[in-house]
């Protein structure tokens, strides 16, 4: 069996919308998926006309993270779209075996929500986003397929009349309420969807129809995610609420956004609880006594029996001193004040009661003549100005040089305000200029060694990929600004470059200038 020049090898399913084969294509000698419509579609001249609409734009997502379509056309009949093969699966099928680790889903989320941004910007709306539009290739990368088919399936109803678009599970309230001018912040609702099946193993509505499911998504609340699963961090609670919130203005308004909120939550610290350290009553002492800063330390435990105790010992008892000793220290105590008392009397110990009279303050005044040409013999243009430092500074240094024991040494001519430096970046190694902030992004042109570039941005999660202006005119086969990893240098420090969240229009990355 071929469909055109496909040689259909086998079915893979069967949608709502198309039948699926895997076939190969004769010419490139490669697997490839087709979709077949059903053929009573190509009766219907405007659904003809819209699927040649569609097809095209379709064709046109050119992503790594979206499904590449190569070719569609009609035979016998029948309207068909050929895609790329995916192996993989789907994440459907991975979700048959449970919820997902949750950095796994971190990354998956953060691939997907790029692929998704990228579409929303070109006016491409999903409609149907679900885990069997998401789908793997050999080596388990993931990519977001189907777009467009949702659209051909709304104008088939008008055809057919079945009623309700899309997947009733995944849907938005937007979408169940049939509303016509929809945006993308429907397809961040059905992301939403994903995002809680994936951590729980469990839609968040459940009827028993299609049409109770697409209503539950209209009039009940959110579900809490914590009641399914109570293990998960708290953080993701308030993501779905978030997500799934009823009106499209309280969701992330990108998926961008919801990336890289999933990325936070998974790097949100743990709390623990710290007890509070041990209080060691410590026995009251039955002499008065000076306290000095040693005594504040803590008091060691008691030891043991059988143990030696590490630290001061703490008296527990008061022995009483031998009578001998104590009148020969109140003998040397009389001589000590007496001696004290003398040394005052004759003025041999300065009497710390006694205040010196001070001297009055002198204030001198130097007046000096103006300065003329005339009176210093030399041209005044002649003389360098001072670069003096703002007031505020000169007056912490007035300020600052009353304190007792600071030293301050500063060059106060050196204060100076200087411009920011633009960031640049010198590549050491010649390195690919990819489309994206990772290798699985398309490469579109390679700096050489010693070549140099404006800096533009820095990759949110990874500030080793940095976004470029190579300065040149857009043209084939350069251009505007690309994402670098390899090594290099730059002129400014990591904090001053600008964080984005986004992949800017490669062709015009005025929006991050």
């Known amino acids: 069996m071929n469909i055109g020049r496909y040689e259909v090898i086998h079915e893979l399913g069967q949608g709502g919308m198309a039948m699926v084969y895997l076939a190969r294509d004769p010419y490139i000698k490669r697997h490839v998926a087709v979709k077949v419509l059903p053929r009573q579609f190509t009766f219907d001249p405007q659904f003809r006309a ?27 009949d029948q309207l068909f779209i050929v895609m790329r093969y995916m192996p993989g699966g789907t ?21 997907i929500g790029l692929a998704l941004d990228h579409a929303h910007r070109l006016g491409v709306i999903h409609r149907d986003i679900k885990p069997g539009n998401i789908l793997f290739d050999s080596e388990h ?32 309230p937007e979408q169940a309420q049939g509303e016509k001018n929809l945006d993308g ?3 961040i609702y059905s ?48 993501i779905i609420y978030k997500t799934l919130d009823k009106s499209p203005d309280n969701r992330y308004q990108t998926a961008g956004q919801l990336a890289r909120a999933i990325y936070d939550g998974e790097q949100a610290p743990v709390v623990r609880m710290v007890p509070a350290p041990l209080e060691v009553e410590v026995p009251e002492l039955l002499s008065v006594h000076a306290v000095y800063a040693d005594e504040y330390l803590p008091s060691p435990l008691p030891a043991e029996d059988g143990q ?31 001696g004290l008392m003398g040394g005052l ?8 009661f006694v205040s010196t009279p001070s001297q009055p303050s002198t204030t001198l005044i130097s007046e000096s003549p103006a300065l003329t040409s005339e009176s210093s013999g030399i041209a005044l243009n002649t003389i360098s100005p001072t670069m003096l430092p703002p007031k505020e500074t000169v007056d912490a240094l007035l300020i600052a040089s009353t304190l007792p024991g600071l030293v301050i040494n500063v060059d106060v001519t050196a204060v100076q305000s200087e411009e920011p430096l633009l960031p640049y970046f010198t590549a050491t190694t ?10 699985i992004y398309m490469d579109r042109w390679q700096l050489n060694a010693g070549e140099v570039a404006d800096v533009l941005a820095q990759w949110y999660q990874d500030s080793n990929w940095l976004l470029v202006d190579i300065n040149v005119p857009a043209t084939a086969t350069r251009t505007d600004c690309c994402w670098v990893g390899g090594e290099g240098a730059l002129n400014v420090p990591l904090e001053q470059i600008k964080m984005i969240d986004f992949l800017p229009d490669r062709l015009d990355c005025s929006a991050v200038r």
């Open 191 to 238: 992301l939403g969807v994903v995002l809680f099946q994936v951590l729980t193993g469990e839609l968040p509505y459940k009827a028993d129809t299609p049409m109770g499911v697409a209503m539950a998504h209209i009039i009940e609340p959110v579900p809490s995610l914590l009641e399914r699963s109570p293990g998960l961090p708290a953080t993701f609670e308030r």
């Open 91 to 111: 994440l459907a099928d991975l979700l048959a075996e449970g919820p997902l680790p949750i950095p796994e889903i971190a990354a998956l989320f953060e691939r």
């Open 430 to 439: 010649n390195m690919l200029c990819r489309e994206g902030p990772g290798t």
């Open 308 to 338: 030696l105790s590490h630290g001061p010992a703490v008296a527990v008892k008061s022995k009483a001193f031998p009578a001998r000793l104590a009148w020969g220290m109140s003998a040397l105590g009389l001589c000590l004040c007496a």
């Open 141 to 172: 990368i993931s990519y977001l397929s189907d777009f467009g088919i949702a659209k051909l399936a709304e104008a088939s109803a008008s055809l057919t009349g079945t009623g309700i678009i899309g997947t009733p599970a995944y849907m938005s």
């Open 345 to 352: 009397a004759y003025g041999l110990i300065p009497n710390p």
């Open 50 to 76: 819209r699927f040649q609409r569609e097809a095209e734009v379709i064709a046109a997502l050119e992503h790594p993270a979206i499904v590449p379509v190569y070719d569609f056309g009609e035979v016998d």
């Open 185 to 187: 912040r429907c397809d």
